[in-house]
């Protein structure tokens, strides 16, 4: 049976390269996108410059609206309710039903509440909607109580204080990120939390009480913060539940391989609400990084039309406090290198980057702050699978452009 | 449409990085970065990045393409052409030769393979 009729649930950054990818490669049949949120848009500056107010709905729209009629692909902005694989068809929210021979979950996920007394009053970021209501409650001179010191609860306290708010971060990890960056860079970035003005607190919540306007976060050694808002930044769910509303296996996210196939040949899935089931059968760990959504959206494209993935190299992310560039690429987790070691290089006694080496010398991975040619330099070596002279990655004088070569 | 600049000889942009003209030099009003590749040849484009602010003499430059250093678009030194996201927009080119062993940039006119540097072209 031709394929006629694509359907994709999501429009976010993995729902939308899916869309752009399958019209790259010649599909020309219907498209219809669900997205509920409007026209899609990009999440990262959404802790950043749309938070700080310095970029506005427009600018981080993933593409304008004409793009959509250009590429005959129907936006609906309307949520799925289930899918219907034995009628080809998926019901939207308000009862109609959309016929499809094939359909792409690409659902995202959604901040995980903090759970514990009082902890619904705590705002999240991840839409457009969050950022606002958050960008409202962050007035000069609010205390905003951070919890969670990962990657999005830093950015929030970063722009906290630029906004003239006053932050803490409650986390009872320090430093937190370390598996992500390695520990010196994970120092730094904790270090520049007092050098910005943003308070830390090492525990964790217990309750938050709300008595007459006076709003405590109460931790775990005793201590309490007080804060007008809290904003809780504790790692995000995958949104699996149309996909298990329809029976697909899903555990922790939405399994696929890496065409995005799911346990039902006529549906895939792509992007923060999935995760990779390896040919071994065993289970990789969900990404929630930008790029990574991208990827599984143009290998779910490939899956989609019964096209061959593109292979991908190591997975990169990014994330801006502080005024500052953070950036890693591969693993900076040494407990995955158990023979290996870790080489960092200084700038006039700064950690700049780190490296994770294997046991023979080839590299795992690569963070820096603030450097980032080295890290596209990284990305290379570790692509070609080459090995690296740990003399030259730690000198601060050897040119990022020359190791690579 | 603006004369010819001059903007050194070959040897004093190194292959494979670029050198940036601010406006009051070339009469553009935008920084043009020229670069030169390892394959030899000398592009300009417009230096900031159509998505944000980063400036694409700073990116690593391999083959005919650049990628910026913050978040990863590649462009096509040729055309202009973004190849990836989160970039949507083309990068504007600008006419380089090198004539009589000097760079010569021409702000404004576009590059002879130049797509229009206008629009998204996401697809
Ligand atoms: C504030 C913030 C900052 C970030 N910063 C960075 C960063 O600096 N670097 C980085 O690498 N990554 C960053 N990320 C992560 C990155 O944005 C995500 O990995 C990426 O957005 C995932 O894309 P996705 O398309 O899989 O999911 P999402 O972007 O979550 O999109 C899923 C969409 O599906 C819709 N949906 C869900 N259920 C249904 C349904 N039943 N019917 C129809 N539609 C549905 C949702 O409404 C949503 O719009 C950040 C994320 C956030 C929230
Ligand atoms: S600023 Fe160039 S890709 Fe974002």
Redesign the interface.
Same mark, same amino acid.
């Given at each position: 049976m031709p394929l006629r009729r694509i359907l994709v649930v999501g429009g976010g950054?993995a729902g939308f390269?899916a869309v752009?990818e399958l019209? @790259?490669r010649g599909y020309d049949g219907e498209l219809t996108l669900l997205s509920p949120e409007g026209l899609p848009y990009?999440r990262?500056p959404l802790s950043k410059?749309y938070l700080l107010g310095t @970029?506005d709905a427009q600018k981080i729209r993933?593409?304008?609206e004409a793009?959509y009629a250009?590429?005959g692909v129907g936006l609906v902005p309307e949520r799925a309710s289930a899918l219907r694989p034995s009628e080809g068809a998926v019901e939207l929210s308000g009862g109609r039903l959309v016929p499809a021979d094939r359909v792409l979950l690409a659902t995202g996920s959604t901040p995980r509440r903090l759970g514990v007394a009082g902890g619904d009053t705590a705002l999240t970021l991840r839409t457009r909607a969050d950022a606002d209501a958050l960008r409202t409650a962050l007035a000069p001179g609010a205390r905003v109580a951070v919890v969670g010191a990962g990657l999005i609860g830093s950015e929030v306290a970063s722009a906290a204080v630029v906004l003239g708010a006053e932050a803490t971060l409650i986390d009872p990890v320090v430093p937190p990120l370390v598996p992500a960056v390695g520990r010196a860079l994970a120092e730094r970035l904790q270090g520049m939390h007092a050098e910005r003005g943003v308070r830390t607190s090492v525990s964790v919540p217990v309750e938050i009480t709300d008595d007459g306007g006076r709003r405590l976060v109460r931790l775990a050694d005793g201590s309490a913060v007080e804060a007008d808002v809290v904003v809780a930044g504790i790692g995000v769910v995958p949104e699996t539940s149309l996909a298990e509303k329809s029976g697909l296996a899903a555990d922790d996210g939405i399994l696929v391989d890496a065409a995005g196939t799911t346990s039902n040949p006529a549906v895939f899935a792509a992007g923060d609400a999935t995760r990779l089931r390896r040919p071994d059968g065993t289970l990789a760990r969900r990404s929630e990084h930008? @790029?990574a959504a991208?990827r599984s959206g143009q290998a779910a494209a490939a899956g989609l039309l019964g096209e061959a993935p593109p292979t991908f190299g190591a997975p990169?992310f990014?994330s801006d406090r502080h005024g500052v560039?953070v950036e890693a690429v591969g693993t900076l987790d040494e407990r995955q290198a158990p023979d290996g070691r870790t080489v960092v290089r200084f700038v006039d006694g700064v950690p700049q980057a780190a490296f994770l080496l294997a046991a023979d010398g080839r590299l795992l991975g690569c963070a820096v702050v603030d450097l980032?040619?080295m890290v596209?330099?990284a990305r290379r070596i570790i692509d070609r699978g080459l090995v690296p002279d740990p003399a030259a990655l730690s000198d601060p004088s050897a040119d990022p452009?020359k190791l690579a070569r | 449409m603006s004369d010819g600049i001059d903007v050194g000889s070959p040897e004093e942009i190194e292959e494979?990085?670029a050198r940036i003209v601010e406006p009051e030099e070339s009469g553009f009003d935008e920084p043009i970065a020229v670069f030169h590749t390892e394959t030899g040849c000398f592009f300009a484009l417009n230096d900031i990045c159509t998505h944000?602010e980063a400036s694409l003499a700073?990116?690593?430059i391999e083959g005919e393409t650049v990628?910026c250093?913050?978040?990863?678009s590649s462009f096509d030194l040729r055309s202009g052409k973004v190849l990836?996201?989160?970039a949507?927009e083309d990068a504007r080119t600008h006419r380089v030769e090198v004539e009589d062993g000097r760079i010569v940039l021409y702000p404004g006119r576009d590059a002879e393979q130049a797509v229009r540097p206008s629009?998204?072209s996401?697809?």
């Amino acid at each position: 049976m031709p394929l006629r009729r694509i359907l994709v649930v999501g429009g976010g950054v993995a729902g939308f390269s899916a869309v752009r990818e399958l019209r @790259e490669r010649g599909y020309d049949g219907e498209l219809t996108l669900l997205s509920p949120e409007g026209l899609p848009y990009d999440r990262p500056p959404l802790s950043k410059g749309y938070l700080l107010g310095t @970029e506005d709905a427009q600018k981080i729209r993933l593409v304008p609206e004409a793009w959509y009629a250009e590429h005959g692909v129907g936006l609906v902005p309307e949520r799925a309710s289930a899918l219907r694989p034995s009628e080809g068809a998926v019901e939207l929210s308000g009862g109609r039903l959309v016929p499809a021979d094939r359909v792409l979950l690409a659902t995202g996920s959604t901040p995980r509440r903090l759970g514990v007394a009082g902890g619904d009053t705590a705002l999240t970021l991840r839409t457009r909607a969050d950022a606002d209501a958050l960008r409202t409650a962050l007035a000069p001179g609010a205390r905003v109580a951070v919890v969670g010191a990962g990657l999005i609860g830093s950015e929030v306290a970063s722009a906290a204080v630029v906004l003239g708010a006053e932050a803490t971060l409650i986390d009872p990890v320090v430093p937190p990120l370390v598996p992500a960056v390695g520990r010196a860079l994970a120092e730094r970035l904790q270090g520049m939390h007092a050098e910005r003005g943003v308070r830390t607190s090492v525990s964790v919540p217990v309750e938050i009480t709300d008595d007459g306007g006076r709003r405590l976060v109460r931790l775990a050694d005793g201590s309490a913060v007080e804060a007008d808002v809290v904003v809780a930044g504790i790692g995000v769910v995958p949104e699996t539940s149309l996909a298990e509303k329809s029976g697909l296996a899903a555990d922790d996210g939405i399994l696929v391989d890496a065409a995005g196939t799911t346990s039902n040949p006529a549906v895939f899935a792509a992007g923060d609400a999935t995760r990779l089931r390896r040919p071994d059968g065993t289970l990789a760990r969900r990404s929630e990084h930008w @790029e990574a959504a991208v990827r599984s959206g143009q290998a779910a494209a490939a899956g989609l039309l019964g096209e061959a993935p593109p292979t991908f190299g190591a997975p990169w992310f990014w994330s801006d406090r502080h005024g500052v560039h953070v950036e890693a690429v591969g693993t900076l987790d040494e407990r995955q290198a158990p023979d290996g070691r870790t080489v960092v290089r200084f700038v006039d006694g700064v950690p700049q980057a780190a490296f994770l080496l294997a046991a023979d010398g080839r590299l795992l991975g690569c963070a820096v702050v603030d450097l980032p040619l080295m890290v596209r330099a990284a990305r290379r070596i570790i692509d070609r699978g080459l090995v690296p002279d740990p003399a030259a990655l730690s000198d601060p004088s050897a040119d990022p452009r020359k190791l690579a070569r | 449409m603006s004369d010819g600049i001059d903007v050194g000889s070959p040897e004093e942009i190194e292959e494979g990085t670029a050198r940036i003209v601010e406006p009051e030099e070339s009469g553009f009003d935008e920084p043009i970065a020229v670069f030169h590749t390892e394959t030899g040849c000398f592009f300009a484009l417009n230096d900031i990045c159509t998505h944000e602010e980063a400036s694409l003499a700073e990116g690593w430059i391999e083959g005919e393409t650049v990628e910026c250093p913050l978040h990863s678009s590649s462009f096509d030194l040729r055309s202009g052409k973004v190849l990836g996201l989160p970039a949507t927009e083309d990068a504007r080119t600008h006419r380089v030769e090198v004539e009589d062993g000097r760079i010569v940039l021409y702000p404004g006119r576009d590059a002879e393979q130049a797509v229009r540097p206008s629009g998204p072209s996401a697809g």
